[in-house]
């Protein structure tokens, strides 16, 4: 089991930025592949951004690729996500999420093949 804990949501400004965390504890956290994921009112999750479980990997949503970053650091058991130049249709819910995986090359960006999530953290951007 994976347990995973996100922090750092708020609300900002349009243009402004944020740092999600997401503390993972339980199993080996280098064994994962972590991803990003949003969920807005009404609307069905979709996923934001992943990285492999060394760090070397990184795939992002053509919606936010180029204003955010996800990074990994193994020794903290800690993912993050670092938002910049915010919109207002970036608001939503954001989870973190983890499935086993020593893969360099391929990752997974469906909700489905995701094993564990965080509760969430919202995320509010205003005009």
């Known amino acids: 089991q994976v347990q995973l804990v996100e922090s750092g949501g708020g609300l900002v400004q349009a243009g402004g930025s944020l740092r999600l965390s997401c503390a993972a504890s339980?199993?080996?956290?280098?064994?994962?592949?972590m991803g990003w994921f949003r969920q807005a009112p009404g609307k069905e999750r979709e996923f934001v951004t992943a990285?492999?479980?060394?760090?070397?990997?990184?795939v992002y949503a053509d919606s936010v690729k180029g204003r955010f970053t996800i990074s990994r650091d193994n020794a903290k058991n800690t993912v993050y996500l670092q938002m910049n130049n915010l919109k207002p249709e970036d608001t939503a819910v954001y989870y973190c999420?983890?499935?086993?995986?020593?893969?360099?090359?391929?990752?997974?960006?469906?909700?489905?093949?995701?094993?564990?999530w965080g509760q969430g953290t919202q995320v509010t951007i205003s005009s």
């Open positions: 999420a983890a499935y086993e995986s020593r893969s360099t090359v391929v990752i997974r960006r469906s909700t489905v093949s995701y094993d564990y």
């Open positions: 339980g199993r080996t956290f280098s064994s994962y592949a």
């Open positions: 990285i492999s479980w060394s760090g070397g990997r990184t």
